[in-house]
């Protein structure tokens, strides 16, 4: 059989699908897979349209999921009756700030796409098709399906994907039964092979039998679904085998994308989250039927990643994982900083990471991570139970910036049980933090499917419903279907009231603006350690300090400390200091906005003087042409 | 008790020539500026790192650019930055490409620097300046003529510059405002992209490095300067935070 693999948009266009590339390597032969690169079409013809503005296919990949604005982009070619829900879209696109008249042509040019999409699939000979289902790409998957099953009846249609997992899947079948004929729910390597082998077993009764073993699929039997339980079982680290990526490099070149793209790499080094294996954030999205962590053995990694750098003479990395493998920090990474090459990594991290485990990070070319910082103070922190506190926060972005490296994050707030009392004494020390790298903005967090809130309502969300953009992205689906089928779902405002969260907003605001322009480094020459605060928004002043005892406790700060655990330290190291000593030092420090105070821990805010360090205005810059396709801005949830 | 002694922020001390190597012993928490010849770089390295490496900022007065090789020396030294005096006479056919490698080597390394053209009339002669722009430019000063006013004008940090691969280099070219990304993996190219480093009289080179070298001052990536070749990327060191544009 030849499986067609087809990439929709909104899969973004400077790497490949890393789950369809693997899942082309792991059909049993004679079966063979080809990856189509549907979403290029997309990007391509968008360029069309505006062939001045190269960021539009990335600005909606990025941002318009979480309005329904992508997903609402292909429903005009789904139901193929004109415009859609024109004014729920306008007000969405208003909300969401995308231009409304760009955001429409998309809408009318994504008919054209799903035609040419289509032919180009079936052109290929497919025996059958898989679409994946990721953020914002179900109806996009859909409009291709409808018209696969209108020009081959005969094709088998199978769907996949996060969009697809639990009873997501389940329902989107039933409530688009022309279009999906089976779907294939949670990892796929298993159950796509075994599927393909029945697939291609002509003697019906076994191919029924065979249909049947396959843990969790979704399929039609005599017109009535069957909804096969999902498996346990689940793929070893030392089982996950990467792609080869070959069919996406060779897409981008013949594709007139290859002018504005720059292509990277993409690699899977784990599954699962160990961190969330033991407290599961309360707001993360990953099921809890993968969240058990599975990392390759760095040897595999290791050549995986030097392999197809060699391979495809690319230098950029991200990986899907959720949280690096600290057993890597021994392995893998050391191996990487020892090859000698300028690569530049993406890795999710957790934020308690000490500063030499960051430094091995920058040697193997780790540039830029996700630590799931998500908020400054330790309360709402708690209550994620993130297993951090705010001032370890602060730490870690002090340690990244001085390492020249890029930190993603995101500020959230919402959380049942937390205050204004949580959020004001941060508010009014943001201008202390000006000089290190910001958050690309804060937001009220959502429930996700599979997250602890939307498990358990008792912790604060007793009564939710799908985000409404689901209800006229989707106007056919009945309300239960509906309520299967969505991922993301609002419900009432919790935790701080939007005048906080306005502050915090404004705060933010001009943290982003006067980044780039402020720096609070310190030099310790001889007994003497001075800070240069050149941070925004006050005079330029140096700081001394010239007593041992201080110039000691200072740099004691480095880690978060209260003033009786600061004592201890520093009596334990020999200075003859008290209680009342260390309170006087951090009150004074503090004063001078030389500290992050979270509760009655403090932890120091300048970084070793290195005029080697750039900072370029948060949110990005001009300097390179195609920037807008890079590095995709990284949501605050794991998916 | 305070522990704090704040002051507006201070200018560096300024130390002549002949004093430094007695005065940086004492500790110059509001760092010094220095004036130092070229010849004297690696000594006052060593002073300062001996002293923990305070913020120096560095005169550099020279009729030679400064070893291009002394750039890590002076980042571990704690030097903050390097100005080099303008050279008073003409310091010979070496001048240019000696500049060009000191210069990239300070931007790979994150070292900044200022520097002047030699005093001669019709020093940006031959000199190609479109080829130049990712590097700092010389400081304009009155009669600084149109090559630098333009290099000044169309310079910006990041614009040409290479990556190490397995085997390969990239190196990422906007200088003309259009990005490109070029991929060198034979060994030969690579061989001579990496040898002509260092400033080398292209008729000292064998047939093949010779070719290769043209190749390379073709593609813009090596310049050419009355028979001395010298190659124009810098290797991409250090990333500006948040580098998503980059």
């Known amino acids: 059989m030849h499986l067609v693999l087809a990439v929709t948009p909104w899969h973004l266009l400077h790497h490949a699908h890393a789950a369809a590339e693997l899942l082309a390597g792991v059909l049993d032969p004679p079966h063979r897979a080809t990856v189509h690169y549907a979403n290029l079409t997309f990007a391509e013809l968008l360029r069309d349209a505006d062939r001045d503005d190269p960021g539009r296919y990335h600005r909606l990949a990025e941002s318009g999921y979480l309005s329904g604005i992508g997903d609402w982009v292909f429903t005009r070619a789904l139901y193929g009756q004109g415009d859609h829900a024109v004014e729920d879209a306008r007000g969405a696109c208003a909300s969401a700030g995308f231009d409304w008249e760009q955001t429409l042509a998309a809408h009318r040019i994504a008919e054209r796409w799903a035609d040419l999409a289509a032919a180009d699939i079936l052109a290929l000979q497919p025996d059958a098709v898989g679409l994946s289902t990721t953020f914002a790409q179900s109806v996009a998957a859909l409009a291709l399906a409808r018209r696969l099953k209108r020009q081959r009846p005969d094709l088998p249609v199978v769907f996949g994907g996060s969009n697809c997992d639990g009873p997501m899947g389940a329902a989107l079948q039933r409530s688009f039964p022309a279009e999906i004929d089976f779907v294939v729910r949670g990892e796929g390597e298993q159950p796509l092979r075994q599927l393909v082998n029945a697939l291609d077993t002509a003697d019906p009764a076994d191919r029924e039998r065979q249909l049947g073993t396959i843990a969790g699929l979704c399929r039609w039997r005599a017109g009535t679904q069957v909804v096969q339980p999902e498996g346990t079982a689940l793929p070893e680290g030392e089982e996950l085998r990467g792609g080869t990526q070959d069919a996406y490099f060779d897409a981008v070149a013949s594709s007139e994308a290859a002018d504005w793209v720059r292509p990277g790499l993409v690699l899977e080094t784990s599954r699962g989250c160990w961190w969330g294996q033991r407290k599961h954030c309360t707001f993360c999205g990953l099921s809890d039927r993968t969240i058990r962590f599975r990392a390759k053995p760095a040897r595999t990694a290791s050549e995986e990643l030097l392999g197809a750098v060699d391979r495809h003479q690319v230098l950029d990395v991200m990986t899907t994982d959720n949280i690096l493998d600290l057993a890597y920090l021994d392995s893998l990474l050391p191996e990487l900083a020892a090859a000698g090459l300028d690569l530049h990594l993406f890795y999710e991290i957790k934020a308690n990471l000490t500063a030499e485990q960051l430094a091995t990070l920058r040697a193997a070319g780790v540039l830029t991570v996700q630590p799931g910082i998500e908020n400054l103070h330790s309360a709402p922190l708690k209550l994620m139970d993130k297993g951090s506190t705010g001032a370890m926060n602060v730490a870690l972005l002090r340690e990244l910036q001085g390492n020249g490296m890029t930190t993603m994050w995101n500020y959230l707030y919402g959380f049942p049980g937390e205050s204004a009392a949580h959020y004001l004494p941060v508010i009014a020390q943001l201008p202390n933090l000006v000089h290190l790298l910001p958050p690309a903005g804060a937001y009220r967090h959502i429930i996700e499917r599979f997250n602890p809130y939307f498990e358990r309502p008792e912790l604060g969300f007793a009564r939710r419903a799908p985000m409404p953009w689901y209800r006229w992205v989707y106007p056919h689906v009945a309300d239960g279907d509906l309520d299967d089928l969505a991922y993301l779902f609002a419900s009432q405002p919790a935790g701080i009231d939007e005048v906080t969260a306005s502050a915090l907003r404004e705060a933010v605001a001009a943290w982003q603006d006067h980044y780039h322009c402020s720096s609070l480094t310190h030099r310790l020459v001889g007994d003497t350690l001075t800070v240069y605060d050149r941070r925004h928004g006050r005079d330029p002043v140096d700081h001394r300090i010239c007593d041992p005892a201080a110039v000691a406790a200072y740099r004691e700060l480095a880690r978060p400390h209260s003033a009786e655990r600061l004592t201890a330290r520093q009596r334990k190291a020999g200075h003859d200091i008290d209680e009342p000593w260390a309170r006087a030092f951090l009150a004074e420090l503090h004063r001078a906005g030389l500290t992050y105070a979270d509760g009655d821990t403090h932890v120091a805010l300048s970084l070793a003087h290195d005029p080697r360090l750039r900072r370029l205005p948060a949110g990005g810059t001009t300097l390179a042409i195609r920037s807008a396709e890079q590095l995709p801005a990284y949501a605050g949830s794991h998916r | ?246």
């Open chain 2, 1 to 246: 008790m305070s522990f704090l002694l704040t002051t507006s922020a201070v200018e560096p001390a300024q130390l002549r020539a002949e004093e430094w190597r007695s005065r940086l012993a004492l500790p110059y928490a509001h760092g010094a500026h220095v004036r130092a010849a070229a010849g004297e770089l690696p000594e006052l390295a060593r002073e300062l790192q001996a002293i923990g490496g305070p913020r120096t900022h560095v005169t550099v007065s020279t009729e030679t650019p400064p070893d291009a090789g002394h750039v890590e020396l002076l980042l571990a030294a704690g030097v903050d930055s390097v100005q080099l005096a303008r050279p008073e006479r003409d310091a010979g056919e070496l001048w240019w490409p000696s500049m060009i490698a000191f210069l990239r080597e300070a931007v790979s390394h994150g070292l900044p620097v200022s520097w002047q053209p030699p005093l001669s009339a019709g020093w940006d002669d031959g000199l190609d300046v479109s080829l130049l722009v990712h590097l700092p430019p010389p400081t304009i000063g009155d009669g600084a003529g149109r090559a630098a006013t333009d290099w000044s004008h169309r310079h910006a940090p990041g614009l040409c510059r290479w990556r190490q691969g397995t085997g390969f280099v990239v190196v990422l070219d906007e200088r003309d405002g259009a990005a490109s990304q070029t991929v060198i993996d034979d060994p030969v190219l690579t061989g001579a992209f990496g040898a002509l480093h260092e400033p080398t009289r292209l008729a000292e080179l064998g047939r093949r490095s010779r070719a290769a070298a043209g190749e390379l001052i073709e593609a813009g990536f090596v310049l050419d300067l009355n028979g001395i070749a010298v190659t124009l990327p810098y290797r991409l060191r250090h990333w500006p935070v948040p580098n998503t544009s980059y």
